[in-house]
């Protein structure tokens, strides 16, 4: 008989099927904060199953999208909102192509390549903030060349946020990535929209004023469900930009 401090939830993995315990339902995972139950999006136990079943298909170490940090910190940089995956990473090949990622390019050199329009899903489709971008990059790839940056995930984060262009976001996001660290966290609207839903964060909370304190609840979250950040992170991504429009209306 399944004891009533917890609940069961199970998965079929294409052969069979496995199982995780979880606390009840009632139980808080958080001050305030209760389990809930996985079949209910949103909860922490919904996270809680996504990550724990999730991890055979998700590896922990498929982040990194460059060979080195001067790569990792530029593909990085020319993604952000409003910029599709598929034009960030063909704008990072272009360049990484033609030789401009070793931080001796000129911001004119950069931002003439970025001007060329891309070929994405048949249609060409041109860079947005090519020149803002290309100042950005070249700036900072020509100072992690002039300065040795620190081997230490939060020192890196610092060392980053200190050039023009990289918020903490975006700092984090190279952290994360480079270093497969999980004392970071990569707050983008998709993460912050489903932290709301948990209960995690207020709608006073913002990242520009309160990255640090929002952070560290997330961090804390992911350490009381017993999963590591950066898994947690890369699926809460994935699930709230699959279901778009509809969690956006929950966050209004």
């Known amino acids: ?15 069979s099927y496995t199982h995780i315990e979880l606390p009840n339902e009632h139980v808080e995972v958080m001050p305030g904060i209760k389990w809930g139950r996985p079949e209910d999006v949103f909860t922490p136990a919904f ?5 724990y079943f999730g991890r055979n298909q998700d590896s922990e170490s498929d982040f990194q999208l460059g060979d080195n940090l001067l790569e990792e910190l530029s593909v990085c940089l020319l993604g952000g909102r409003r910029i599709i995956a598929k034009q960030t990473l063909a704008a990072f090949e272009r360049l990484r192509d033609a030789g401009m990622l070793d931080g001796k390019a000129s ?3 950069i931002e003439a390549l970025l001007s060329i329009p891309f070929r994405i ?3 060409d489709r041109k860079y947005r903030f090519p020149k803002q971008r290309a100042a950005y990059l070249s700036i900072a790839l020509a100072f992690l060349r002039s300065k040795p940056p620190p081997d230490d995930p939060l020192a890196l984060r610092d060392y980053l946020t200190s050039l023009k262009g990289i918020g903490p976001k975006t700092a984090s996001w ?14 983008d609207i998709h993460i912050i929209r489903a932290c ?6 207020g709608k006073t909370l913002t990242p520009n ?12 979250f992911c ?4 999963e590591s950040a950066s898994l947690v992170d890369a699926i809460m991504w994935d699930v709230m930009r699959r279901i778009g429009p509809t969690n956006r209306k929950l966050n209004a």
Do not use: P
């Open 1 to 15: 008989m399944l004891n009533k401090l917890t609940q069961m939830a199970w998965c079929h993995d294409g052969i």
């Open 47 to 51: 996270w809680k199953y996504q990550a």
């Open 107 to 109: 911001t004119i050199e």
């Open 121 to 123: 899903n048949k249609r």
């Open 174 to 187: 190279i952290v994360r990535n480079h270093c497969g660290s999980d004392a970071v966290a990569i707050l």
């Open 196 to 201: 709301r839903q948990l209960g995690l964060y």
């Open 209 to 220: 004023r309160h990255y640090g304190m929002m952070e560290n609840l997330f961090l804390s």
């Open 223 to 226: 350490d009381h469900i017993e």
